[in-house]
């Protein structure tokens, strides 16, 4: 028996933490007997984790915003599916959906994933939450962005719930991981590993990563350093390594990795080089596997990480002070170590995924409370419009 049908709907199906993120709410949703829906633009590699766990999709435009008729689909698969919760994630996707749920006097919730630029200057935020409305819920994953939302959208800060990323400590656990081989990325047996992972693209400031990589490359011949993941950048970002004189016997560019506990198994440190985040569900995952973790500090990053105790903070786009640190922790592996294990019990007390989940579901009952259910036609499998 299904006990509520949530239609969740996200930009695209590209690796990344929103999308990441979606994934655990899936498990969540089937484990409580729940029945999910995928509403999407983008395509992308998850596409197969999503199948994989029995989840209808559907495609709502090749175009994006640009389509008009994105929205009337979404609302043509609100009145089919009938859900009794939406749940948007990212900014096409919560002017679409949100648009479309209030048309139709759904219980509906956002959440909120980053302090992207554009939230920071007052009128693109007021109109985006003036498309948006008052969802039954507003979730941002810090308070940093709960605080960016309330000063330049206009939404009163009581009215925003902080619920923090939460992780799979059973899934991220060095003790239920095996490590990747490594090897096939032409990375020596005694190499100190360095990665970066996520998008290749503006925010992730992989720029800022290589310029880095290429300063501590000089001072230590220990360290080799990996770029996982794919995107927009990616050429850009291999001619700028080129350039810097970082060869294959020093970096790879490893493209889209899927086994993730088992390639942070498999290194020695993790760095984030972002411009800007919210709260980075793939350094929250790195932490759990008791890895020393350098990052930018941005977002909600300070709220997780004291610097010089459970990690490294160091400013954006700062080259110079990322290099630095990494070759701090390249040098000394006791700190590694050390800086390793306060890190991973940092996420074991405060970064459950149940907990997170807990809270979510707990905003869906909020929600639903007094909410019409209407009788839900079948609707299953895959679907993909063509506009």
């Known amino acids: 028996m299904v006990s509520q049908r949530i239609l969740f709907v996200i930009d695209s199906l590209r690796v990344g933490g929103a999308e990441t993120l979606l994934l655990d709410l899936l498990d969540a949703a089937k484990a409580r ?5 995928v509403a999407y633009f983008t395509p992308g590699p998850l596409a197969p984790e999503v199948e994989k766990r029995g989840i209808a999709t559907t495609r709502l435009s090749r175009k ?3 389509d008009p008729l994105a929205l009337w689909r979404i609302w043509q698969l609100m009145r089919r599916w009938q859900p009794d919760v939406v749940h948007s994630h990212l900014t096409k996707s919560d002017l679409v959906a949100q648009l479309a749920a209030r048309m139709r006097g759904l219980p509906r919730l956002v959440t909120l994933h980053n302090a992207a630029p554009w939230r920071k200057k007052r009128l693109p935020a007021r109109l985006y939450h003036w498309v948006v409305g008052k969802p039954d819920a507003l979730i941002a994953v810090t308070p940093l962005v709960a605080d960016h939302v309330a000063r330049y959208g206009g939404v009163p800060r009581e009215n925003i719930e902080v619920i923090q990323n939460g992780v799979d400590l059973s899934r991220f656990s060095p003790e239920n991981a095996t490590p990747l081989d490594l090897s096939q990325f032409g990375v020596p047996k005694d190499a100190v590993v360095i990665a970066k992972v ?20 000089r001072k230590d ?3 080799h350093f990996l770029v996982v993941g794919d995107g927009e950048l990616m050429t850009q970002s291999q001619e700028l390594a080129r350039q810097l004189g970082l060869g294959p016997d020093r970096l790879t560019f490893t493209g889209n990795i899927r086994q993730m506990p088992e ?12 411009a800007w985040e919210g709260l980075p569900m793939v350094l929250l995952e790195a932490m759990a596997m008791g890895l020393p973790v350098v990052s930018t500090a941005v977002g909600g990053v300070p709220d997780l990480i004291a610097n010089g105790e459970n990690g490294m903070l160091v400013p954006a786009s700062d080259p110079a002070a990322l290099a630095a640190a990494g070759g701090m922790l390249v040098s000394d592996a006791d700190l590694r170590h050390r800086i390793g ?10 970064f459950s995924g149940k907990a ?4 979510i579901w707990a905003l869906y009952a909020a929600a639903r409370a007094g909410a019409p259910v209407g009788q839900p036609q079948t609707m299953e499998g895959k679907q993909e419009w063509n506009g």
């Open 263 to 274: 390639l942070l198994s498999a290194i020695d440190i993790f760095m984030l080089a972002s």
């Open 33 to 37: 007997g729940d029945l999910a829906h």
């Open 221 to 223: 011949p220990r360290a």
């Open 198 to 217: 996520g998008r290749l693209n503006v925010q992730k400031d992989h720029a800022n990563f290589l310029r880095a990589a290429a300063i501590l490359a």
């Open 341 to 350: 294990a306060a890190g991973q019990d940092t996420v074991r007390a405060r």
């Open 356 to 359: 997170m989940t807990d809270r």
């Open 64 to 66: 994006g915003l640009r």
